[in-house]
C-alpha cells in the first residue's frame, strides 16, 4: 500500500509569483486535505476535496485555490505570492470521515 | 470544533511511561478525541482516537475521562524516537456530506524523552 505522497519536497519562489504544489492520496481514499503550517504552530486548514469538489475550506483567501482529480491526486495552487505565505504545505488523504494520512509535506520558501 | 488545551512541553525518561494530559472541556457528544503526532520536519501521524471508552492500539493507549472533559495519552514505553509534538484535537464524528472535515491543531505538547 503506497502512503501520501507530495511534490516537490523544497520550493523557493519569490514574492508575486504563483506555485502548484501536488498530492497523490493513499490507496483508495477519496478525499484530500491541504494544511499550511508556518514555523512553531500547528497545522492550519486551508481546504478539503472529496469527490473532485471543494467540501469546504478555513479561513484563506481566494488566491488559495485547488483541484482534485479523477484519481484522487490534487493540487494546491497559490497565486500573487506573499511572503507570510512561506510555510511546510501538508497533505492529508482519508476515506470520507476516518483518520486522516498525511504526507511528508512540501516546504516553500517565498523571497 | 471543541478547542483543546495542552502543556507546552513535557520530559520523560526513556523506558518510562509517557502521559500526555489534553483537557476539552467544551466536547459535544458527537465529537472524538482525535491524537497526532509530529516528529520534526515531518507530516503528523495519527495515533488513536476514540469517544468515550478507553483506547489501545499498538502504539498508545487513550483515557478518556467519563464526563470526557479531557483526556490522557500514554506511550507505555517510551524510546527516544517517541520525541515529537503531540496534538490533541476533538473532532465531529459523523461524515455529514457538506462542511469540511478538516483538522483543528493548536500548538501541542513538546515531548522530550529523555536517554
Known amino acids: 500500500e503506497t502512503g501520501v505522497t507530495q511534490s516537490p519536497t523544497h520550493l523557493i ?4 509569483q504563483q506555485v502548484t504544489l501536488r498530492c497523490s492520496s493513499q490507496s483508495g481514499h477519496n478525499t484530500v486535505s491541504w494544511y ?4 512553531g504552530q500547528g497545522p492550519q486548514f486551508i481546504f478539503q476535496y472529496y469527490r473532485e469538489e471543494e467540501n469546504g475550506r478555513g479561513n484563506f483567501p481566494p488566491r ?3 483541484l ?5 491526486s490534487s493540487e494546491l495552487n497559490v497565486n500573487a505570492l506573499e511572503l507570510d505565505d512561506s510555510a511546510l504545505y501538508l497533505c492529508a488523504s482519508s476515506s470520507e470521515g476516518d483518520e486522516q494520512f ?10 | 470544533d471543541a478547542k ?6 513535557m520530559d520523560c525518561a526513556e523506558g518510562r511511561a509517557a502521559n500526555l494530559p489534553c483537557n476539552h472541556s467544551t466536547i459535544s457528544g458527537n465529537e472524538y478525541v482525535y491524537w497526532y503526532r509530529q516528529i520534526h520536519s515531518q507530516g503528523p501521524q495519527y495515533i488513536i482516537h476514540g469517544l468515550k471508552n478507553n483506547e489501545t492500539n499498538e502504539m498508545a493507549s487513550l483515557i478518556i475521562t467519563e464526563d470526557r472533559k479531557s483526556s490522557t495519552l500514554i506511550l507505555p514505553h517510551a524510546t527516544l524516537r517517541d520525541t515529537a509534538v503531540y496534538y490533541c484535537i476533538v473532532r465531529v464524528a459523523s461524515w455529514g456530506g457538506g462542511g469540511a472535515d478538516g ?4 500548538k501541542g505538547t513538546h515531548l522530550i524523552i529523555q536517554p
Open chain 1, 102 to 111: 498525511f504526507g511528508p509535506g512540501t516546504r516553500l520558501t517565498v523571497l
Open chain 1, 68 to 72: 482534485q482529480f479523477p484519481n484522487y
Open chain 1, 64 to 66: 488559495f485555490s485547488g
Open chain 1, 36 to 39: 499550511q503550517q508556518a514555523l
Open chain 2, 4 to 9: 483543546t488545551t495542552q502543556p507546552p512541553s
Open chain 1, 13 to 16: 519562489k519569490t514574492r508575486g
Open chain 2, 103 to 106: 483538522l483543528t491543531f493548536g
